[in-house]
Structure formats: structure tokens, C-alpha cells
């Protein structure tokens, strides 16, 4: 199946819902190959999808009418910059979009889990304005970020996660990736993290003060002055790091995970997509004692692709991600007032786990 560049084909990036016309439509599908020749696109529908899920970036399920018979898919999903000038600004700051077009394009297709097929895609170069269009896998099992994974398939989850590590652990390859999939120690992230930091932990105190565990308080205090060492010391050993591995982006074909966005995607230490994963996407309750139970299922699985492994480097680098990635709840506060009620406790819940997490491991003592 190819990939329609929308810009080199006249088709054109989507600002709004009304962009997505009939004829946009057919010139996805004829272009992908997924549309018979004689076939039309005679209308179309579209459903707003993924709100208060997909905080930086507007998804909408498209459903197209046809003249007639026809294989094309009864629907497919559109993607396109947020319209929320906060989350807009920290994608545009952080360079985020291009990320997942590349990955479509050049390292979907030997991941070792499932993802939505690309039909289009493309960015404006002197900006991040981009559209992509995508397979629409809504009939496979979606986990709930608020509801949190169990156990048994946070497992497996981990499990999926080593073998996509593995396969670029320490690759050469990695170095001439960069200039897309930046390193998690890079100069945006240590110029721009401590501020969106700083506008958002005034949010936090004022909406969720109030349920933040004591001993992790003095966190908003010291975070922003960390962010180059921790950088640093999530950057080896080196993969592909997803980056925002967590349960909204993740769903089940059968017993098959499926993944999906890639706009965080980067370079640098595994522990980082594990951190995340047990920090923000297990409820507390059912984490609680069991990181290093879940640390080792990732690690086990590694050592099965003949990969040597520095255990107790690798718990540190844990303690250091946990505590790098309440960064997520926290930027993400500067528009806590404006998301709707599903954001607002996707937000918290986010939050206060990675913050629980720190807690529960005493992880702040890393920094001594």
C-alpha cells in the first residue's frame, strides 16, 4: 500500500473538519490504493474521536459513502494539530509532530506489535502544521488510562515493549535517526521542560494541591533544575524509545497488542517507556509493590533477545524515570481549566500516579 504525500499530490493538510471533503477523501483512497478504479466518494461523515485521550492532536473518524461496491474502508481516522493554543504550543516547542509521520513511514511496518495502517500523510516544513490518515482500528479492545492495566497485561504489555527495545538496542542506526527521533538529552528539552514546568506546578498546587502525597511536595521545587542530569542519565544504553507508552495508546487485536502514537517517540534508555508505563497507566493500588516484580518481566524479556543486562543500573534509571515523568501531569496542567471533564481526570489521574509512584519507591533519594 503506498503512502500519499498530501502536499506533493495537491490533496492538502486539514485545518479543520470542514477540509475533509469528498473529493479529499477519494484522493486519499485512490492514492493509497485502497479505492477501485470507477468507484467514487459521493459524501462523507465525520465523528470527533479521542477526546480528553489524544491531548495534542484533533482526531476524527471519517465514514465515506461510495457509488457503489466497493473493498475501501468503511472508515478511517484523520489527525491534525490541536486546536488548544497550550497543548498546541508545547507540541510546536517539543517538535512532536513530524515524529510520528517518520515512524509510519520508515519503522511501522517491522514493529513487533500492530498499528493502524498510513494511507496519507504529510507536514508543512516551515512549520508543524500536518495531517496524517490513518487505518481506523477502533474495533480493537482500547484500554482505559483512567480504569488503569492489570497486572497480567501490564505484563504482557512489558513484554511487547522489550521486544520493540531490542530490536534497536545499541543500533548504529540510531545516530542518523536523531535529527527526528531526538535524544531524550537534547537543548529544546532543557531549555523549554523547566519552563512549561514552572507555568504548569501553580496549576497543580491550585486544582490538586490538596492530594499530593507529603513526602513528594518539595518535587516542583527541585524538578526544573534537574532536568539535564536525569536527561543525561536516561541516555544509555540507547533504543527507540516510544514515549508515551501508556494505556490510551494501546489496545488488543485477540491477545496481540496494538500501539499507537508516535509523536514522542526518541532516542535513549528503555527504562524511560517502562517508567511511564508503571507510573501513569497502573492505578496505584495494583502498582503498589510490584515495580520491581514489573521492572524485572521487561528485563527478563530483554535478556531472552541475548541482551546483557545491568540490573541494578536499570533500577536506577527506573527510580530516575518515574521521577522525570511526573513532568507529563504536570505541563499538561497549564490547560487543566479548558479540558473537559474526561481531560481534567485524565490529567489528575496521571498525574498523582506518577507522583504515588515516586513516593512509594522514596525515588527523590536518587538525586542525592
Not at 484523520?78 to 519503522?107: G, H, M, N, S, W
Amino acid at each position: 500500500m503506498a503512502i500519499v504525500d498530501l502536499l506533493t499530490s495537491g490533496l492538502g493538510l486539514l485545518a479543520s473538519e470542514k477540509d475533509i471533503t469528498p473529493t479529499w477523501v477519494e484522493g486519499v483512497l485512490r492514492g493509497s490504493g485502497s479505492l477501485e478504479d470507477g468507484v467514487t466518494v459521493t459524501s462523507v461523515s465525520t465523528e470527533r474521536i479521542g477526546e480528553g485521550v489524544g491531548i495534542l492532536s484533533i482526531l476524527q473518524r471519517v465514514k465515506p459513502t461510495y457509488s457503489g461496491a466497493t473493498k475501501a474502508p468503511q472508515s478511517f481516522v484523520v489527525k491534525y494539530p490541536t486546536d488548544d493554543a497550550t497543548q498546541r504550543f508545547t507540541a510546536d516547542a517539543l517538535v512532536l509532530y513530524i515524529r510520528e509521520l517518520v515512524f509510519y513511514r520508515d519503522c511501522a511496518q517491522s514493529a513487533p506489535f500492530t498499528t493502524a495502517k498510513c494511507y496519507a500523510q504529510a507536514i508543512e516544513s516551515e512549520n508543524t502544521n500536518f495531517t496524517i490518515a490513518m487505518e481506523d482500528i477502533g474495533h480493537y479492545r482500547g484500554l482505559n488510562q483512567i480504569e488503569g492495566v492489570g497486572l497480567a497485561e501490564s505484563k504482557i504489555l512489558l513484554e511487547t515493549l522489550a521486544d520493540y527495545h531490542a530490536m534497536w538496542w545499541n543500533s548504529p542506526k540510531l545516530s542518523g535517526m536523531q535529527d527526528v527521533f531526538q535524544p531524550l538529552l537534547n537543548p529544546t528539552y532543557e531549555a523549554v521542560l523547566p519552563m512549561l514546568w514552572a507555568q504548569g506546578w501553580p496549576n497543580v498546587e491550585q486544582y490538586a494541591g490538596h492530594l499530593l502525597p507529603d513526602s513528594v511536595r518539595g518535587i516542583g521545587d527541585i524538578w526544573g533544575g534537574k532536568v539535564s542530569w536525569m536527561l543525561g542519565n536516561l541516555m544509555a544504553p540507547s533504543t527507540l524509545c516510544h514515549g508515551d507508552y501508556r494505556a490510551d495508546n494501546i489496545m488488543f487485536d485477540g491477545n496481540d497488542p496494538a500501539v499507537i502514537d508516535f509523536q514522542l517517540i526518541g532516542v535513549g534508555s528503555g527504562m524511560y517507556d517502562v517508567g511511564y508505563f508503571i507510573s501513569q497507566s497502573i492505578a496505584t493500588d495494583v502498582r503498589r509493590g510490584h515495580d520491581q516484580e514489573l521492572v524485572n518481566t521487561y528485563l527478563d524479556r530483554l535478556e531472552t533477545h541475548g541482551i546483557t543486562i545491568d540490573r541494578d543500573e536499570m533500577w536506577r534509571q527506573y527510580l530516575i524515570s518515574v521521577c522525570f515523568c511526573v513532568t507529563y501531569g504536570v505541563t499538561t496542567f497549564g490547560g487543566f481549566a479548558e479540558q473537559n471533564e474526561r481531560g481534567q481526570q485524565l490529567l489528575q489521574d496521571m498525574l498523582l500516579r506518577a507522583l504515588n509512584c515516586v513516593a512509594d519507591n522514596d525515588a527523590l533519594t536518587v538525586f542525592a
